[in-house]
């Protein structure tokens, strides 16, 4: 079972929702996902910290950032991550590793833009292969393909950055269709075939019908 880590820093909750959206997505195409979110007590001297964070990144199959974009690009704790990953880099940790990000702002601007161009970025230094939101293979129903298009880019209509109550609920809606998208790329490449929860409950009751 491929193992995909959601990484992301929330300031006032959409954010949040949005990758707890994406891990269900990953969840519901038969990975694992695994929410880990950037906070506070992990910032030391204006410097991040958080061993064990990093050795849980090491090992995942692939890594989808997450923050709200905030004065004109990625909010400053994410930025504080990413410079600590500077290890990561030396020790080609994160080499081939599948990559996705997403973003929120309350502006239809180029804030989320330039936050989702600098996810694309640090993946890419990283030596990481950027995971197309556009997969043939996920369905697409109309409704969410303009939230997903050139990246996961996400707009509520609050007049708090990050606020929680400002995201729409199609956005929680095409988090899903991402997380779902990434673990399929995950999969083909591993050469795997994923089936969902409900695929596999059944062909274990069919299975337990049997024997019977």
Do not use: C
């Amino acid at each position: 079972m491929s193992n995909i880590a959601i990484v992301y820093y929330s300031q006032g909750g959409a954010t949040a929702m949005i990758a707890h959206s994406v891990a269900q997505g990953v969840n519901d195409a038969g990975a694992h996902a695994q929410l880990l979110s950037i906070e506070p007590h992990q910032l030391i001297d204006g410097q991040w910290h958080d061993e064990m964070m990093l050795a849980r990144l090491a090992s995942a199959d692939a890594i989808i950032f997450g923050a709200p974009a905030l004065q004109g690009g990625v909010a400053g704790p994410l930025k504080a991550f990413a410079d600590a990953t500077m290890d990561m880099w030396r020790a080609r940790s994160w080499r081939n590793k599948v990559a996705g990000g997403f973003s929120f702002s309350y502006r239809p601007g180029d804030d989320k833009r330039n936050t989702l161009d600098y996810f694309a970025a640090l993946a890419a230094k990283h030596g990481m292969v950027w995971a197309d939101p556009e997969d043939p293979e996920t369905p697409d129903d109309g409704l969410h393909a303009r939230r997903l298009k050139d990246f996961v880019s996400v707009t509520g209509q609050g007049v708090e950055a990050d606020a929680a109550y400002a995201l729409d609920p199609a956005d929680v809606i095409a988090g899903k269709q991402y997380g779902r998208s990434v673990a399929g790329l995950v999969a083909r490449l591993a050469g795997e075939v994923l089936e969902s929860p409900a695929v596999l409950a059944r062909r274990a009751l069919e299975a337990a019908e049997r024997r019977l």
